[in-house]
Nanobody, 122 residues
């Protein structure tokens, strides 16, 4: 069973940057879909960015042009570079592994890390 551990969260001001990392363990082969989800207080979890085994990324409109997802398969690590952060980006960010194809934005049937908090102040 794959295990995921996020790091890199923190508190920044509007316009700042953070880089999230996710180390995953317990699976010797490539994971078909990796993604970052987030959940703000009082809101549902939402997918933010995903990447498939061909390194093709996808983003929700709210983060396009500001966030970049990438992965290093040799290091079993997923990244999320977040630039031009806004207060509405404040949330718990989760690393997600999905063995179902095609890659999708549903939160169901996926493996989740414990999350890392991102707080953006105005």
């Amino acid at each position: 069973q794959v295990q995921l551990v996020e790091s890199g969260g923190g508190s920044v001001q509007t316009g700042g940057s953070l880089r999230l990392s996710c180390a995953y363990y317990g699976y010797a082969y490539g994971i078909p879909c990796m993604a970052w989800f987030r959940q703000a207080p009082g809101k549902e979890r939402e997918g933010v960015a995903m990447i498939d085994s061909d390194n093709s990324p996808a983003y929700i409109d709210a983060v396009k042009g500001r966030f970049t997802i990438s992965q290093d398969n040799a290091k079993n690590t997923l990244y999320l570079q977040m630039n031009s952060l806004k207060p509405e980006d404040t949330a718990m960010y989760y690393c997600v592994a999905d063995f179902h194809l095609p890659c999708n934005w549903s939160p169901l049937g996926k493996y989740w890390g414990p999350g890392t908090q991102v707080s953006v102040s105005s």
